[in-house]
């Protein structure tokens, strides 16, 4: 049987969408090959925005916004906003 089988992956779990026609407990070997479909939304021909591009956006959206606090981080230090000098030189 070589027969290609659309399944989707959830939960660490590959379902195929369709039923197929083999025994309880035999052993298969599957290739990945995600579908065109997949491989056209995670594919953009559009430029990335750069480091600049992204810290002026989120400059706009915290003038719009000025009372957006960040919690300081419980898990590790946030350099970002513990010591911006050494960032932002």
């Known amino acids: ?3 290609p089988v659309t399944a989707i992956y959830e939960n660490g779990i590959l379902r195929p969408l369709t039923p197929l026609n083999l025994p309880e407990q035999v052993q298969v070997r599957i290739t990945i090959q995600p579908l065109d479909k997949l491989k056209e939304l995670s594919v953009s021909n559009s430029p990335k ?5 992204l ?4 400059d706009k959206i915290n003038a719009l916004e000025p009372d ?7 898990d590790r230090p946030n350099l970002i906003l513990e010591k911006p000098n050494e960032f932002f030189v």
């Not at 925005?49 to 591009?53: D, G, L, S, V």
């Not at 810290?55 to 989120?58: F, M, V």
């Open 1 to 3: 049987m070589n027969n």
């Open 49 to 53: 925005p750069t480091m600049a591009e």
């Open 55 to 58: 810290w002026s956006d989120l």
């Open 68 to 74: 957006i606090e960040l919690p300081i981080r419980q």
